[in-house]
Antibody
Framework: QVQLQESGPGLVKPSQTLSLTCTVS??????????WNWIRQPAGKGLEWIGR???????NYNPSLESRVTVSVDTSKNQFFLRLSSVTAADTAVYYCATGDYFEYWGQGTLVTVSS | DIQMTQSPSSLSAAVGDRVTITCQASQHISNYLNWFQHKPGTAPKLLIF???SLEAGVPSRFSGSGYGTDFTFTISSLQPGDIATYFCQQYDNLPYTFGQGTQLEIK
């Protein structure tokens, strides 16, 4: 059973870079044929898919965020990462990592607040 | 982007009631649709994939149907533990997109 856990700073200053880690347990990133995704949900709003990465390193991003987003993977640590640059208050949200054939595995989410 | 229009945004029903939620896609997505249950502070839980396939371990009172642009999610007999937000997700095209969610309450 794959388990995911997000981690990272809960507070980021405007214009800085948000960096999150998703640690995978119960399975190896490199041995699963999954895409590894990041999703976010601002308070009171719907979910927004941010991007995904495959074990090979191939990544896809939401065009609405593509200029600011990087998703990467470290198979040796069984982790994948999100970097979102030039953040504003609009980037305040609960951030989730998720994977599976049908998004059946999710982390519990981590709240990131953008504020000075 | 494919827009997913989900309704209603909130719903109040009694224990034992039949509950129906709909999702309409802005373009044809075949059957590439998930339904999730989300309770505060927890990870979203996949209930239905491929529009109508029940995820392993999910009670049979949950079901889904539809193809193309119009989809329906049903709880045949509402239980107290079903109180949550439910949302749909299309995975036909990138970027993946989600419905706005339906907040389900017990009457």
């Amino acid at each position: 059973q794959v388990q995911l856990q997000e981690s990272g700073p809960g507070l980021v200053k405007p214009s800085q870079t948000l960096s999150l880690t998703c640690t995978v347990s119960g399975g190896s990133i490199s041995s699963n044929s999954f895409y590894w995704n990041w999703i976010r949900q601002p308070a009171g709003k719907g979910l927004e898919w941010i991007g995904r990465i495959y074990t090979s390193g191939t990544a896809n991003y939401n065009p609405s965020l593509e200029s600011r987003v990087t998703v990467s993977v470290d198979t040796s640590k069984n982790q994948f990462f999100l970097r979102l640059s030039s953040v504003t208050a609009a980037d305040t949200a609960v951030y989730y990592c998720a994977t599976g054939d049908y998004f059946e595995y999710w982390g519990q989410g981590t709240l990131v607040t953008v504020s000075s | 982007d494919i827009q997913m229009t989900q309704s209603p945004s909130s719903l109040s029903a009694a224990v034992g009631d039949r509950v129906t939620i709909t999702c309409q896609a802005s373009q044809h997505i075949s059957n590439y649709l998930n339904w999730f249950q989300h309770k505060p502070g927890t990870a979203p839980k996949l209930l239905i994939f491929d529009a109508s396939s029940l995820e392993a371990g999910v009670p049979s009172r949950f079901s889904g149907s539809g193809y193309g642009t119009d989809f329906t999610f049903t709880i045949s007999s509402l239980q107290p533990g079903d109180i949550a937000t439910y949302f749909c997700q299309q995975y036909d095209n990138l970027p993946y997109t989600f419905g706005q969610g339906t907040q389900l309450e017990i009457k």
